[in-house]
């Protein structure tokens, strides 16, 4: 039997997500909620004692549907199934990140008695500037978190009342450009963009659109740019990378990397995707020696299977 005070937690999450519901069902000892926005939000007040195959069913049930899976307990999934799980597609807001979404929505403490007391912000801010922070920071996060449905929906609110506010005019056409729309994330970025051209997030949004669009050489233009502009910037160049690895552009996409102006040697993420590079242009034994490096230097298993996934057929720089 789930505990009515959580129950009553997922409930109020819901409304604050402005989400429709189509069924609830509790299932032993969780509570699976599917929305007619295309979600499926698994509940649960603890990950512990659920094994993996609890967890890889509610996942295939949903995504059998259509629905982007979201899990969410106030305790750690244990970190012996996490990476399975986050290998199903599943998106983990779990531990902290559960916390942090609760304390967002200012839940009652009866309503979630795991939390810390609430302490009260410093400063004298205006309630609206509060409210547009507090709401840009969510919405960043579900889209850090792989939900852009949900980051969506709250980029909308802060511009119904903010038309002019470029972080959330960004925001918004990354969550849309996830959503594979990209035709209205091209109109978001050139939107912001007349508002302040030299604003480097849209650029780079830009020209990820006209690339998610159907048209890669004008993506690698706009990156080319930014490169020329900013030359010592790595996050800018890797944008170039990657496009060009996506057209299997692999001796110019080491090139690219290679013409880095900097002396020091490259973050362990910029050495990982310079031994994807060299593993498809056959130079093997330099691949193995630079992929090797980049994980003594610190570069996280994790860290390495997103940088392998965006090198993978079809993956784009979104």
Same mark, same amino acid.
């Given at each position: 039997?789930?505990?009515?005070?959580?129950?009553?937690?997922?409930?109020?999450?819901?409304?604050?997500?402005?989400?429709?519901?189509?069924?609830?069902?509790?299932?032993?000892?969780?509570?699976?909620?599917?929305?007619?926005?295309?979600?499926?939000?698994?509940?649960?007040?603890?990950?512990?004692?659920?094994?993996?195959?609890?967890?890889?069913?509610?996942?295939?049930?949903?995504?059998?549907?259509?629905?982007?899976?979201?899990?969410?307990?106030?305790?750690?999934?244990?970190?012996?199934?996490?990476?399975?799980?986050?290998?199903?597609?599943?998106?983990?807001?779990?531990?902290?990140?559960?916390?942090?979404?609760?304390?967002?929505?200012?839940?009652?403490?009866?309503?979630?008695?795991?939390?810390?007391?609430?302490?009260?912000?410093?400063?004298?801010?205006?309630?609206?500037?509060?409210?547009?922070?507090?709401?840009?920071?969510?919405?960043?996060?579900?889209?850090?978190?792989?939900?852009?449905?949900?980051?969506?929906?709250?980029?909308?609110?802060?511009?119904?009342?903010?038309?002019?506010?470029?972080?959330?005019?960004?925001?918004?056409?990354?969550?849309?450009?996830?959503?594979?729309?990209?035709?209205?994330?091209?109109? #978001?970025? /050139?939107?912001?963009?007349? *508002?302040? %051209?030299? =604003?480097?997030? $849209?650029?780079?949004?830009?020209? +990820?659109?006209?690339?998610?669009?159907?048209?890669?050489?004008?993506?690698?233009?706009?990156?080319?740019?930014?490169?020329?502009?900013?030359?010592?910037?790595?996050?800018?160049?890797?944008?170039?990378?990657?496009?060009?690895?996506?057209?299997?552009?692999?001796?110019?996409?080491?090139?690219?990397?290679?013409?880095?102006?900097?002396?020091?040697?490259?973050?362990?993420?910029?050495?990982?995707?310079?031994?994807?590079?060299?593993?498809?242009?056959?130079?093997?034994?330099?691949?193995?020696?630079?992929? #090797?490096? /980049?994980?003594?230097?610190? *570069?996280? %298993?994790? =860290?390495?299977? $997103?940088?392998?996934?965006?090198? +993978?057929?079809?993956?784009?720089?979104?």
């Amino acid at each position: 039997m789930l505990d009515e005070r959580f129950v009553g937690a997922a409930r109020r999450l819901l409304d604050a997500f402005d989400q429709r519901l189509v069924a609830a069902r509790p299932v032993g000892a969780a509570l699976l909620v599917r929305t007619r926005e295309g979600l499926l939000f698994i509940f649960a007040p603890s990950a512990t004692g659920i094994p993996l195959e609890r967890w890889t069913d509610w996942i295939g049930d949903g995504q059998r549907e259509g629905a982007t899976v979201v899990i969410l307990t106030p305790d750690p999934i244990p970190p012996e199934i996490r990476p399975a799980i986050a290998a199903r597609g599943a998106r983990l807001v779990d531990a902290e990140r559960f916390r942090w979404l609760i304390r967002q929505f200012d839940l009652e403490s009866e309503w979630a008695p795991w939390l810390p007391d609430r302490s009260e912000p410093a400063g004298a801010s205006l309630p609206t500037a509060r409210a547009t922070v507090a709401g840009e920071e969510r919405a960043d996060r579900w889209l850090a978190w792989g939900v852009p449905v949900l980051a969506l929906q709250v980029y909308d609110r802060i511009l119904e009342e903010k038309p002019e506010y470029r972080p959330a005019l960004n925001g918004r056409g990354w969550a849309l450009l996830a959503l594979g729309r990209a035709g209205e994330a091209h109109v #978001a970025f /050139a939107r912001s963009l007349e *508002l302040e %051209p030299e =604003d480097l997030d $849209a650029r780079v949004g830009f020209a +990820a659109a006209r690339g998610a669009a159907g048209d890669p050489d004008g993506e690698q233009a706009e990156y080319r740019r930014l490169v020329q502009t900013y030359p010592d910037r790595d996050d800018l160049r890797v944008h170039l990378v990657v496009a060009l690895a996506a057209g299997r552009e692999w001796a110019a996409a080491l090139k690219a990397l290679d013409e880095r102006p900097s002396p020091s040697r490259p973050i362990p993420a910029l050495g990982y995707l310079r031994a994807e590079l060299l593993d498809r242009l056959g130079r093997k034994a330099e691949a193995d020696q630079e992929r #090797a490096r /980049a994980l003594r230097d610190g *570069l996280s %298993p994790q =860290d390495a299977a $997103a940088i392998q996934a965006q090198m +993978a057929p079809g993956a784009g720089t979104v």
